[in-house]
Nanobody
Framework: QVQLAESGGGLVQAGGSLRLSCVASGSTFWRYVMGWFRQVPGKEREFVVGISRGGGRTYYADSVKGRFTISRDNAKNTVYLQMNSLKREDTAVYYC??????????????????????WGQGTQVTVSS
């Protein structure tokens, strides 16, 4: 069982920045494709960004491309989400997720909710105008 713990959420003004972190338990973090999703009340959870096991490939939703940056440090079992130029519509609960499949290569990325096996509890990001 993998446990994921997000941190770094908060209240920020539009145009500002936040950095989210997600720490995973265990010693096999390097095997996980990681992703960030977000959800607002009454709406479906949506994909934000994914990163391959080795960190060499990333895939962003169009809504955040050019503003958000995902990275990972496998030595620290941590994935990060740097969010710049935040907009009010970025307000949501942000979830970290891990996808574990035996057939994943170092360049695979997952963008579908169903591909992810483990989820964090989420961290609230609120962007004010």
């Amino acid at each position: 069982q993998v446990q994921l713990a997000e941190s770094g959420g908060g209240l920020v003004q539009a145009g500002g920045s936040l950095r989210l972190s997600c720490v995973a338990s265990g010693s096999t973090f390097w095997r996980y494709v990681m992703g960030w999703f977000r959800q607002v009340p009454g709406k479906e959870r949506e994909f934000v960004v994914g990163i391959s096991r080795g960190g060499g490939r990333t895939y962003y939703a169009d809504s955040v491309k050019g503003r958000f940056t995902i990275s990972r440090d496998n030595a620290k079992n941590t994935v990060y989400l740097q969010m710049n130029s935040l907009k009010r519509e970025d307000t949501a609960v942000y979830y970290c997720a891990a996808a574990v499949k035996s057939y994943y290569s170092d360049v695979d990325i997952a963008s579908m909710i169903k591909d992810y096996n483990y989820w964090g509890q989420g961290t609230q990001v609120t962007v004010s105008s």
